[in-house]
């Protein structure tokens, strides 16, 4: 697939490395060009430095991998607003939570993915990615066998789809929690995850097995 990723930080690097190893053709687009061309020249695998706006266009998805407060800034370099991301799958990492207490940062407790497909008008936002720390993209290509969930949420069913595709090249497993409708839950769990982290507990211990 050729993929589009907005931000040039943590999570960029990780899945920018998981994705360009998998076999897909990764551009980055950062609102600093020297920090883009810096991490594409360090993923190797072909992978491009591209302005937003150009590294949004034609592509089979795009991650949105900023600060939570950033998207309106990225999303506005990368021409969201006239459409430039219209049909295209939009996934949302983004975690506006306040780490130690778990508390959404947004006004009201919006979605960010709600806040995120305001902003890109046509683009089909899936929230993907958000729970797990970025390193855990890395070290799962060549075959080895899935351990974590990631729980997704979305309205349109060819870009989860797309989505779930791209959680399997980095060694997940897809989990579809519902539409966008149901992402304010999903994006809770972050702060309870983080919490417990925070708190030095495994986030896993808490969640019930069901059988
Ligand atoms: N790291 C993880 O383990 C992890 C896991 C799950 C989800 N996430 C989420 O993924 C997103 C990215 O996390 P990260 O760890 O990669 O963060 P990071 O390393 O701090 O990188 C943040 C990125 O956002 C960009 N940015 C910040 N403000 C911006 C603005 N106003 N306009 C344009 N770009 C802006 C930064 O650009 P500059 O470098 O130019 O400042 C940088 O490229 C966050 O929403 C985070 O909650 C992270």
């Known amino acids: 697939m050729r993929i589009g990723i907005l931000g040039t930080g ?3 690097a990780a899945l920018g490395e998981g994705w360009s190893r998998a076999g897909h053709e990764v551009v980055i687009g950062g609102r600093s060009r020297v920090k883009a061309e810096k991490l594409a020249e360090r993923l190797g695998h072909g992978v491009l430095a591209l302005a937003p706006r150009e590294a949004v266009s034609g592509r089979d998805a795009v991650l949105l991998a900023v600060s939570w407060d950033g998207v309106e800034d990225m999303l506005g370099l990368a021409g969201a607003s006239d459409g430039a991301l219209e049909g295209t799958p939009l996934i949302d990492p983004t975690n506006a939570v306040a780490h130690g207490v778990g508390v959404l940062l947004t006004e009201h407790g919006e979605p960010m993915a709600r806040r995120i497909a305001g902003l890109a008008p046509g683009a089909h ?4 990615f958000h729970l797990f720390p970025a390193g855990r993209w890395t070290g799962a290509v060549g075959g080895v066998p899935s351990s ?3 729980a997704m949420c979305g309205d349109d069913s060819a870009a989860l789809r797309v989505v779930g595709e791209l959680v399997r090249d980095v060694g997940g497993t897809p989990a579809i929690l519902g539409a966008l409708d149901r992402v304010r839950q999903l994006e809770e769990v ?3 995850v983080i919490g417990l ?4 507990f495994d986030p896993n211990s808490a969640v019930p097995r069901v059988p």
């Open 125 to 128: 936002v899936v929230k993907a």
């Open 197 to 200: 982290a925070f708190a030095g």
């Open 148 to 150: 974590v969930t990631v």
């Open 10 to 12: 943590t999570l960029a």
């Open 190 to 192: 972050a702060g309870f």
